[in-house]
């Protein structure tokens, strides 16, 4: 019998450097994958239908919430976007790890329905230099900075609700802790116990 | 500030590799060490008091049980043997993480007291790899393997009630398992929220 893969959510304040952590990780451990999400945004030139989306119309993601489809799911502006439960409880059967990188809200749907996630926050080692990552990126005016600080502040705050912390220092060490909360994760007595070795 | 170190509570069969799991954490994590216990056996050639054992007579080991200053104790035919609690609690305040490497009925008495320790089992890989080791120690009697046996299968049903359960294939594997738990469990959000970094 295989193991249960590990569902990791994943959330931290942007700029905190979610996104290069776990692609470290993923270049480690190879059974770590990211879902794939659900959007009725167009798709974008180079992407692929089922590889960095599942592209829906307005109407058939509707219907996935109706449905109870969706392990989580939110509207930004006119688009949905959401992760289909179906895809993502059978990649944890066969024993994959699946990374949902998602932001506090989300994550706090997804504990409602499985509190045997492991949920773990990434953040910045302090405000100044997530300001610092943030002002580096070229791209952000002014007031998208403000915001981007606004809202990481409210977002540290929630960070004590998730099992880990952890603070990006360095994406190398940050990466390892990530690696070590899965190896340890998988040798917890309460998702071995399901396996009855002895 | 210093974060606490961690309480680690290593029990297992006797044959299931937990002294040699164990020294290889600490030779790959100096800050990681063994607790010296206290005992009322008298000192073997070499032995030095406070590295190996503290060395107490019959009467001061019953004043310090009863006056709680064990974590644990038992007596073991003619002599008791325990840890001493504030030598522990010392270390863990000046960020050391601490082995007690006991055995399951003085893991229960620790966990009363400190449900924030970190409790893991080292259980050999089968019952039938568990008698070969223990059988390729050619110091034991005939009599002395079955009676271990027998100890290690009550053991094992115990290995739910521990947080992880390490299966030791390999030593080097189960250590480094071992040092994934330690590594996790200071990215635990529990234990940060106490150094509130935000």
């Excluded at 692929?48 to 058939?60: D, R």
């Excluded at 990374?99 to 506090?104: F, H, K, S, Y």
């Amino acid at each position: 019998m295989t193991a249960q893969g590990l569902l990791l959510v994943i959330s931290g304040p942007s700029g905190a450097g979610k996104g290069t952590v776990c692609r470290v990780l993923m270049s480690r451990q190879p059974q770590v994958r990211y879902s794939v999400s659900a959007t009725t945004r167009p798709p974008r030139t180079g992407e692929v239908e089922g590889v960095h989306y599942y592209f829906k119309t307005q109407e058939q993601f509707e219907a996935m919430i109706a449905q109870d489809k969706l392990i989580e799911w939110a509207k930004v502006y006119d688009n949905y976007y959401g992760t289909p439960k179906e895809p993502v409880m059978e990649a944890l059967r066969s024993g994959r790890d699946i990374i949902l990188e998602i932001d506090i809200q989300g994550a706090f749907q997804v504990k409602e329905k499985y509190p045997e996630g492991v949920y773990v926050f990434i953040a910045p080692p302090s405000l100044e230099e997530l300001r610092r990552r943030i002002e580096g990126r070229a791209t952000d005016a002014t007031e998208v900075i403000a915001k981007r600080m606004k809202a990481a502040a409210g977002e540290l705050d929630q960070a004590g609700k998730y099992d880990y912390i952890i603070v990006n220092d360095t994406v190398e060490t940050a990466a390892l802790k990530l690696e070590a909360i899965v190896t340890a994760e998988k040798c917890r007595a309460s998702r071995l116990s399901s396996l009855k070795p002895y």
